[in-house]
């Protein structure tokens, strides 16, 4: 079974950092591009970022280009997100997701709220 699991979200202050963990399983990791998506409470959708097989290409929103870097660990078939700068806006549910010519599978999310 494919699966996705995603850590370590929380409550954050304006100007602070955190790093999202997403563990993978049931594929193999190391030959799929994965996303980051965010879902702002009562909004849409918003894709954050995306990194190929090797992670050599990262690319990440306007949003949130220069204070959030996806990376991942094929070794641990794991994904990351560091998120630094961190603002009131970037309070959100924050997924995993895998690509397959679609956004195929989906974790169950990590919720990062940002306030003081």
């Known amino acids: 079974e494919v699966q996705l699991v995603e850590s370590g979200g929380g409550l954050v202050q304006p100007g602070g950092s955190l790093r999202l963990s997403c563990a993978a399983s049931g594929f193999t990791f190391s030959t799929a591009a994965m996303n980051w998506v965010r879902q702002a409470p009562g909004k849409g959708f918003e894709w954050v970022s995306v990194?190929?097989?090797?992670?050599?290409?990262?690319v990440h929103a306007d949003s949130v280009k220069g204070r959030f870097r996806i990376s991942r660990d094929n070794a641990k078939n794991t994904l990351f997100l560091q998120m630094d700068k961190l603002k009131p806006e970037d309070t959100a549910v924050y997924y995993c997701?895998?690509?397959?010519?679609?956004?195929?599978?989906w974790g169950q999310g990590t919720l990062v709220t940002v306030s003081s």
């Open positions: 997701a895998k690509w397959a010519g679609y956004l195929e599978v």
């Open positions: 990194i190929d097989t090797s992670g050599s290409n990262p």
